[in-house]
């Protein structure tokens, strides 16, 4: 699973903003994120100041997959969505196209309904763009970059791609560290 490869091309770049940018107008959150089951961050919408949102998406990553375990041990093939709440901001998050995961992140003034509503209608508008960005072939073209700091009227530089490292060791090395 840690091995797939996946190839985002500039027409599949510009349907997921698209689609994330209407996500986040119809739920009201403050923050979307798109990554890779593993945690690599792919494409953000919307921007909180106070959040860094590579360690965020690493820690989600590890956290669905240690809620994967779970949902084993429970006797279900998976658990699709989860939900986080804290006291300012809460993390809604749920499987897209059985490789990637859409995280929410969204305050008091949000209700958990309409993300749940919005969500559901994001992935299933997600779900076919990220299916074509699966390599099921076993090629080996890596991973090409979204932009995720620039505003959408800024042009991407034209990339090669790049092979992302798995975050794995710097979760679990995160994780550990928050309950030491």
């Known amino acids: 699973m840690t ?5 985002i091309s500039e027409e599949i770049t510009v349907a997921v903003e698209r689609e994330m940018a209407l996500y986040i107008k119809a739920s009201r959150a403050k923050c979307v994120i798109l990554l890779s089951k593993n945690g690599h961050l792919i ?8 959040f860094n949102l590579q360690p965020i998406s690493a820690l989600i990553g590890g956290i669905f997959s240690s ?3 779970l949902a084993r041990l ?8 989860m939900f986080q709440e804290g006291s300012k901001w ?31 209608e ?8 990220l299916e074509m960005a699966l390599n099921t072939e076993g090629d080996e073209t890596p991973l090409a970059p979204l932009p995720t700091a620039e505003p959408a009227s800024a042009q991407a530089p034209e990339t090669t791609g790049m ?18």
């Open 3 to 7: 091995n797939l490869q996946f190839v």
């Open 43 to 50: 494409s953000q919408s919307g921007y909180i100041s106070d």
């Open 67 to 69: 809620t994967q375990a």
């Open 74 to 81: 429970v006797q279900e093939e998976k658990f699709k969505v």
């Open 90 to 120: 809460n993390v809604y998050f749920c499987l897209v196209a059985e490789h990637f995961i859409l995280a929410t992140i969204f305050d008091k003034s949000t209700v958990v309904g309409m993300i749940r509503h919005a969500a559901a």
């Open 122 to 129: 994001a992935e299933k508008a997600l779900s076919p763009h």
């Open 163 to 180: 092979v992302l490292p798995d975050l794995n060791k710097e979760v679990e090395d995160a994780l550990s560290k928050l309950f030491s």
